[in-house]
């Protein structure tokens, strides 16, 4: 492994990521960090950019298939904006969660090596959309409006 991933709906200002508190449920205390988060799983960082468009209600990562694949959801419709980011990282700093084999974290801000500029209308086969009743059920167990 070269580099962790760190992927992004807004376009970085500077060179470094700064680290920022996630936001997940708390059900996952380890998403919840003050951290740079990255993983391994490049389709995983593309993923996770595509759930942080501003648009979006949100997502779920559901499972990670032999093949590399991703079973991921995105609620709230497909996103809007036309590119995604995906950051490029040095693995030195970062630390494996014990939730999640492909996630990790950094508490001190990391320089970009790379970032690559990715159209988000090529990024539908990466992710499915839930149906209007999904949407409505999750939303409402996340009490999310």
């Known amino acids: 492994m070269d580099y962790l991933y760190h992927g992004s709906s807004r376009k970085l200002r500077g ?43 949100g997502g779920s990562i559901d499972e990670y298939y032999e093949d590399g694949r991703v079973n991921a959801t995105l609620y709230g419709g497909f996103p809007k904006q036309e590119y995604i980011y995906l950051h490029y990282l040095p693995i030195e700093g970062f630390s494996q969660t014990k939730i999640d084999k492909h996630q990790f974290v950094n508490p001190n801000k990391v320089k970009v090596v790379k970032t690559e500029k990715i159209k988000v209308k090529e990024c539908k086969n990466l992710i499915k959309l839930a149906s209007k009743e999904e949407t409505i059920y999750w939303s409402r167990k996340y009490n999310i409006t």
């Open 15 to 57: 060179e470094y990521l700064l680290p920022h508190k996630g936001d997940d449920s708390e059900e996952r205390p380890e998403n919840n960090l003050l951290a740079v988060y990255a993983t391994d799983h490049r389709e995983l960082a593309i993923i996770m950019a595509l759930i942080s468009c501003e648009d979006i209600l």
